[in-house]
């Protein structure tokens, strides 16, 4: 199969995964052999987005989340204006982690019991291929293929 890299040089599959760890590791030997990766391309194919349910979102559970990311959000704020203040910097940023605490966990909370019952779970989604092609610029792709006859097991 024959195809093209973003740089526009037509490129061949040399090897075929299942899995992306798979692919990852014949581009590592790839690279551990000296061949030049950035010839290299790994393209999933047969791509669909999965979301997997983590839990249940309560209003309980949306005000810890608004809270932990407040209180990041105030630190940064506050490690922000500490910089600047003379004495009592420690002060200012343990300030700013209350306040985004507080703010974080009403935010979260309201904004949760505002859905009214609407995707009441929390997921995380992403992309998965059926499977992944190593793909090498053509002009190395013999050489490709020797060396990835040599890949020890992952």
Do not use: N
């Not at 790839?30 to 990766?37: K, M, N």
């Not at 559970?61 to 910097?89: K, N």
């Amino acid at each position: 199969m024959t195809t093209t890299l973003v740089d526009g040089r037509p490129t061949v599959t040399v090897a075929s995964y299942r899995e992306y760890p798979s692919a990852q590791h014949a581009v590592d030997h790839l690279s551990d052999h000296g061949f030049p990766v950035d010839r290299v391309a790994i393209v999933g194919t047969g791509l669909r987005m999965v979301e997997r349910v983590t839990g249940r979102m309560t209003v309980v559970r949306a005000a810890l989340s608004g809270a932990a990311t407040g209180a990041w959000i105030g630190l940064l704020i506050g490690l922000l204006i500490g910089i600047f203040a003379a004495d009592g910097w420690w002060w200012v940023i343990l300030t700013a982690v209350v306040l985004g605490l507080v703010w974080g966990t009403a935010f979260g909370a309201v904004a949760h019991a505002l859905t009214g019952g609407h995707r009441d779970f929390s997921s995380v989604s992403g992309l998965q291929a059926s499977s992944y092609a190593v793909e090498v610029a053509s002009d190395r792709a013999d050489e490709a293929m020797r060396v990835l006859d040599r890949v020890p097991a992952h």
